[in-house]
């Protein structure tokens, strides 16, 4: 089994910044990938970025491009999503995701990952 556990979350002022940090533990190899979806109330949960771990090739949602940035250390098994310039349309319950095996053309669906963190809130206030 994996588990994964989000952190990082908190309330910050537009134009602000926070690090969100995925931990991950359990059996885990270099096939990965690794994601962050986001769900605002009432809204269907949506992809965000995604990294994949053997190579760390990264993948963003049009509406965080240039403002935020997803990584991995690898001896410490966590991916993180650097924030940046954050709006309040940044608002949401931010999830992690992880799966073994997963093509690279699916990798924004989130029916598509096995394993899932609890979720961190962040709040960006105007």
């Known amino acids: 089994q994996v588990q994964l556990v989000e952190s990082g979350g908190g309330l910050v002022q537009a134009g602000g910044s926070l690090r969100l940090s995925c931990a991950a533990s359990?059996?885990?190899?270099?096939?990965?990938?690794a994601s962050w979806f986001r769900q605002a109330p009432g809204t269907e949960r949506k992809f965000v970025a995604a990294?994949?771990?053997?190579?760390?090739?990264?993948y963003y949602a049009d509406s965080v491009k240039g403002r935020f940035t997803i990584s991995r250390d690898n001896a410490k098994n966590t991916v993180y999503l650097q924030m940046n310039n954050l709006e309040p349309e940044d608002t949401a319950v931010y999830y992690c995701?992880?799966?073994?095996?997963?093509?690279?053309?699916?990798?924004?669906?989130?029916?598509?990952?096995?394993?899932w963190g609890q979720g961190t809130q962040v709040t960006v206030s105007s």
């Open positions: 990294i994949r771990w053997s190579g760390g090739n990264t």
């Open positions: 995701a992880a799966d073994p095996l997963i093509s690279s053309k699916r990798l924004n669906v989130a029916n598509e990952y096995f394993y």
């Open positions: 359990g059996r885990t190899d270099s096939t990965y990938a």
